[in-house]
């Protein structure tokens, strides 16, 4: 469909054509120089030591939890309101997602004292997401896991960019992990990244990502080596040249893209605040700052969500929705045994959730006629069905 508005865009120009290009000219695609310069380039901006790019964001997320060792028997509490490659990445490493509620209508971020209270002998690690590019709050969260001598990653899918009491989002806990698929702030259109100030994971990530080879054809052809061994059961997670030199050019643009994604939320916030029904979260202070990769709102009870984005549709507006509860999902309920009101948070925002189109391109007058739209059809949807899904 050619929506007039669409969910999110990206902003691409002849400098990413030109990064590209200088790939397929030196005839070298599969990870090399180009990847060293935005590994050095994305470490450099986050602050943190290590950084290691991947094939997409899950791969980020499964090597993170297996360097952790994590395995049969062992638990990791996570939120269930997240893209579902948040819980598979434990699956992926035997061990069960324990799901913790979020902390309101307002703060869509898993909440402490859930976590706390989700803690078992079996506990390994907390798996916290920033969703939406809002900061979750990290402290109680690295108190809870210092007691319990627990290991915290970071799913910061949503958040490049973000901080948290002045540090950027992913260098908080022990592993922090990107994505850098289509819709992400930066964009590769595959791609992730695994970040780490500790030396031990680092040196770990680095040989999980590639088959468990101590060497890469890259070290091979500049002739430092020319053979290998393999010490670990790697994976085939690495990224390629194409998709690093996108990300160089993306990094470039990454402050500049925020702030324009921060005015457009602001515009947002203050044309749906006076409208009855509409609550758009995150709106009370944050300790940090937000990317703002998506902005959503949540609908009080009486309006149908399907009907209300029916109607945005027919305006030419695309919306979804972040996300239906993991915890819901019929796999999971087979798996785990999980049912309906165990989650009572998630799964009222699971419900009542949409997000609205949120990119840097977007201008006052598109804004404008969103929130028109929603003011003028809101009242009159009664409420029904749901049924949609985000995607990372």
Not at 62 to 81: F, K, M, N, R, Y
Not at 367 to 382: F, M, N, Q
């Amino acid at each position: 469909m050619a929506w007039k508005i669409p969910l999110s865009d990206i902003v691409m120009d002849n400098e990413e054509v030109d990064a590209v290009r200088d790939v397929l000219q030196s005839k070298w695609l599969s990870m090399g120089p180009v990847t060293e310069e935005f590994e050095a380039a994305f470490a450099r901006y986050l602050g943190v030591k290590h950084a290691f790019a991947v094939s997409n964001g899950t791969a980020a997320l499964h090597i993170a939890h297996a360097v952790l060792d994590i395995g049969g028997g062992d638990e990791v509490i996570t939120p269930s309101l997240t893209f579902v490659a948040t819980a598979n990445s434990v699956l992926y490493c035997g061990a069960k997602p324990v799901f913790a509620d979020i902390a309101g209508t307002d703060d869509l971020n898993i909440a402490w004292e859930e976590v706390a209270a989700k803690v078992s002998p079996r506990t390994r690690a907390i798996t916290v997401v920033h969703y939406g590019g809002y900061p979750c709050d990290m402290q109680p969260i690295l108190e809870v896991a210092r007691d319990h001598d627990l290991r915290v990653v970071e799913d910061a899918a949503h958040a490049v960019g973000a901080t948290y009491k002045g540090k950027k989002c992913g260098t908080i806990g022990d592993v922090g992990c990107f994505s850098f698929f289509a819709n992400k702030n930066l964009s590769t259109g595959e791609g992730g990244m695994v970040v780490t100030n500790d030396d031990g994971l680092a040196e770990r990530i680095r040989v999980m990502r590639s088959h468990g080879m101590t060497t890469l054809t890259w070290d091979r052809h500049r002739g430092h080596v020319y053979s290998y061994d393999v010490t670990d059961l790697g994976y085939n997670y690495r990224t390629s040249e194409i998709a690093s030199a996108l990300g160089i050019v993306q990094l470039r643009r990454l402050e500049q893209n925020n702030a324009k994604r921060k005015r457009i939320a602001d515009r947002y916030r203050n044309a749906l605040e006076g409208i009855e029904g509409i609550r758009c979260p995150f709106s009370g202070r944050i300790d940090g700052e937000s990317s703002h990769h998506i902005f959503p709102v949540v609908l009080s009870g009486n309006i149908s969500r399907a009907g209300l984005q029916a109607e945005l549709k027919e305006r030419g507006i695309q919306t979804s929705i972040h996300y239906p509860p993991i915890h819901l999902f019929t796999y999971y309920r087979r798996l785990l045994g999980d049912t309906p009101g165990s989650l009572p948070n998630t799964e009222f925002v699971g419900e009542h959730e949409m997000t609205l189109p949120l990119y840097p391109g977007m201008i006052d007058g598109e804004v404008d006629y969103i929130c028109t739209s929603i003011d003028e059809v809101a009242s009159g949807i009664p409420a029904g069905e749901e049924g949609s899904q985000g995607m990372r």
